[in-house]
């Protein structure tokens, strides 16, 4: 069964930044497209940032211009690179395929920025 560990997040100021991991353990990590998702208390998981599997990015709104996903094939790992971050960014993150989220969710990285 293929697994989803994300890690990286934890607290930071407005204008901080962080980076976070997402592994995925399996072989089939190369020919996914994958996003990463967020949850903010008491909203509904959106779609933050997705990339195929030949590297094409897409971004929410809300992002665009400040979060930069990428992938390593070799390394079975999806990335996003957080920048500028504001207080409406706080919340749980997780990774999954793109569309649908498809794979058992993980336990997601807790990202809180404080103002």
């Known amino acids: 069964q293929v697994q989803l560990v994300e890690s990286g997040g934890g607290l930071v100021q407005a204008g901080g930044s962080l980076r976070l991991s997402c592994a995925v353990s399996g072989s089939i990590f190369s020919i996914i497209n994958m996003g990463w998702y967020r949850q903010a208390p008491g909203k509904q998981r959106e779609l933050v940032a997705t990339i195929t599997v030949g590297g094409s990015t897409n971004y929410a709104d809300s992002v665009k211009g400040r979060f930069t996903i990428s992938r390593d094939n070799a390394k079975n790992t999806v990335f996003l690179l957080m920048n500028s971050l504001k207080p409406e960014d706080t919340a749980v993150y997780y990774c999954?395929?793109?569309?649908?989220?498809?794979?058992?969710w993980g336990q997601g990285t807790q990202v809180t920025v404080s103002s």
């Open positions: 999954n395929t793109y569309p649908g989220g498809h794979l058992t």
